[in-house]
């Protein structure tokens, strides 16, 4: 028998109206080594719950109901419900305890919340193995929860951290980009070729450094707080020829094949135009940075239900199973072997996912390794608001 953390045997709550089974049931429990308290109606045993957090309680189900409103008959279920509905006691197990062996009464026990139903007159051995078992389940809850704890507590040490850290980096990565910049164009005096291809190869590096720096600033944003959507009627079909007229130069220079598919019943909807551009700019970088050979992306916009259903498909290296849901969160980035090593974020999907539940829709992915992705996100033609909360689930 394991004891509750402070070196005290577990604590049992017995509630039963009638004093010889109170005292039966002490007798028994004390011989297995726990320690005990009692009550005689359900306000008395709800109050002994809360006051005492016990690791675990037997109820008998009919009791003096006092102030509960039910019948006394009902008192065990009534005070179990208050237990689970309760955040301090929700955890504790309830063994029901009853002279009744209706299959109703099991019904309403299992309704009610309880975790385990012995009738009377119940075997001794019986009952010490079920309590056992369920105050072995309640500390291993009760240690998962407080690992849980303590994670999202050194994950928002880490998060805040890395604002503070982000938030004191871009002023002075702004100084650096703007003097690199006064350098190159000579204003500080002539420059050599070799010089002027280095200040470049450093100014481009810089410019990844603040994207970097924006992508976090923005997922940060996008994870804390309530946004405002600048909604707008938005044309599929205008959009995805924005998309590719905006990325026309980038596709030459990469050799990048694009095909755009537009059904012919897809509606306008409204959307927020620069989060929406940002989502495909992402997928797009993605779909040619993470290819070691020039791409064929296809671009298409369904009506699906009463939204729509945009898919950018690429013919790259794919995607395993197993990091098909990893890929959404912050930082995770996949290595394959058919895929070249590039520099990432991973902060591009994380972000797509956050804007796209934004807008009340969802993306996901599908992809065979060595047989190129498709993300698909369905948005719905009217986000029911235009501030959303996005959950922070990454």
Not at 20 to 27: Q, S, T
Not at 147 to 165: A, T
Not at 249 to 269: M, S, W
């Amino acid at each position: 028998m394991t004891d509750n953390g402070d070196g005290l045997a577990p604590l049992i709550l017995v509630a039963d109206d009638v004093p010889a089974n109170v005292e039966l049931l002490f007798d028994q429990l004390h011989t297995l080594g726990y320690r005990t308290i009692s009550a005689y109606d359900g306000p008395s045993a709800l109050a002994a719950c809360f006051e005492h957090r016990p690791e675990l309680c037997i109820l008998d189900v009919s009791m003096p109901a006092g102030d509960l409103g039910v019948e006394d008959r009902a008192t065990g279920f009534e005070v179990c419900r208050r237990i689970k509905r309760d955040p301090r006691s929700a955890r504790i197990p309830v063994i029901f305890v009853t002279a009744l062996n209706d299959t109703t009464d099991r019904v309403r026990a299992i309704e009610a919340g309880g975790d385990d139903f012995l009738t009377k007159p119940h075997n001794r051995l019986v009952l010490g193995a079920r309590v056992r078992s369920l105050i072995k389940l309640k500390a291993a809850t009760d240690a998962l929860e407080e690992s849980f704890r303590k994670m999202r507590e050194l994950e928002k040490v880490r998060d805040d951290l890395m604002k503070m850290i982000v938030h004191d980096l871009k002023s002075p990565l702004t100084t650096v980009l703007a003097t690199l910049e006064m350098v190159t164009d000579g204003d500080f005096g002539p420059i050599t070729g070799e010089q002027r291809r280095a200040l470049g190869d450093a100014e481009a590096k810089a410019e990844d450094l603040l994207a970097l720096i924006e992508d976090l600033l923005e997922v940060a944003r996008l994870e804390e707080t309530t946004i405002t959507l600048q909604l707008a009627p938005t044309a599929p079909a205008a959009l995805l020829s924005e998309i590719v007229h905006e990325w026309r130069l980038r596709f030459q220079q990469e050799g990048v094949v694009v095909h755009t598919d537009i059904g012919d019943d897809v509606p306008v909807f409204e959307a927020d135009g620069t989060l929406l551009r940002r989502v495909f700019a992402n997928l797009i970088q993605n779909a040619i940075t993470h290819s070691a050979r020039a791409v064929e992306l296809h671009l298409s916009a369904r009506l699906d239900g009463d939204g729509v259903l945009f898919t950018v498909a690429d013919n790259g290296p794919g995607i395993p199973k197993e990091y098909q849901e990893l890929i959404f969160r912050k930082f995770e980035q996949v290595r394959t072997p058919n895929a070249p090593r590039v520099r990432s974020s991973g902060l591009g999907l994380a972000f797509c996912k956050l804007a796209v539940e934004a807008h009340g829709g969802r993306i996901w992915v599908q992809s065979d390794e060595g047989r190129g992705s498709a993300f698909h996100f369905r948005l719905p033609r009217h986000p029911t608001a235009t501030k959303a909360t996005v959950r922070a689930s990454l």
